[in-house]
Structures are given as C-alpha cells and as structure tokens.
Nanobody, 127 residues
Framework: QVHVVESGGGLVQPGGSLRLSCVAS????????MGWYRQAPGKGREWVAA???????NYEDSVKGRFAISRDNAANTLYLQMNSLKPEDTAVYYC?????????????????????WGQGTQVTVSS
C-alpha cells in the first residue's frame, strides 16, 4: 500500500500565501503522476493542479498565475505554492498519487496501479 500525507494548511488573510506539501510513502511502489484537489463545504471534489513524472504541469483556470505546483521526485514529495489567496480558495486540499505497488492474490504475487488519497489539509482564507 501507499500512504499519502498532506501538510501546510492553515488560516491566512486574503492576498496571503501558503505552501502545501504532500509526501507519498510505503514499500514496493513507484509513483507516476501526482496532483492536488480541493473540496469546499457542500461541494464536490475539484481538480486543482497536476504534475507528471516527465514534468508536465496543468492548472485549473481559477488558480492559473496564482498557484505553482512542483515536485521532488526522489522524495516522492509534491508541493503547491499558493499566492494571492482568495476567500474562494477556502477548502480542504487533497493530494493524489498515481502509483504502482506490489500485492498478492492468495499465493500469487501481483502488481496493481491505483490512485491514493491523503486525508486532506484545511486551507481557510479569511480576514
């Protein structure tokens, strides 16, 4: 299995900045793409940004120019630098890791590829 843990959330005033971190850990696994999602109260989970192993990045339109995603591949760590934060950015931010890991089916060894989610970190933008 793969464990994903986010950190760095908190309370910040509008126009302020936060840097979120996400670490994927476990045994016998390899990470492909990683990304950030968020979920505001009463709403569904929304994709925010993605970073692939080849370095391709993508952003949701509302965060372009304000957020920057980066990745430390050696440490399986993903970052999200958030600048010029707005109250609309208030949400629980989740990290996602697309990973291949080893498992078993009875006595048979198998490899599986799944997306793993962290527990989320709360970001609140308010004055």
């Amino acid at each position: 299995q793969v464990h994903v843990v986010e950190s760095g959330g908190g309370l910040v005033q509008p126009g302020g900045s936060l840097r979120l971190s996400c670490v994927a850990s476990g045994s016998s696994f390899s990470v492909h793409a990683m990304g950030w999602y968020r979920q505001a109260p009463g709403k569904g989970r929304e994709w925010v940004a993605a970073y692939t192993t080849s370095g391709t990045t993508n952003y949701e339109d509302s965060v372009k120019g304000r957020f920057a995603i980066s990745r430390d591949n050696a440490a399986n760590t993903l970052y999200l630098q958030m600048n010029s934060l707005k109250p609309e950015d208030t949400a629980v931010y989740y990290c996602n890791a697309d990973a291949t890991y080893s498992g078993s089916f009875g006595v048979l060894p198998i490899n599986r590829r799944k997306e793993f989610w962290g527990q989320g970190t709360q970001v609140t933008v308010s004055s």
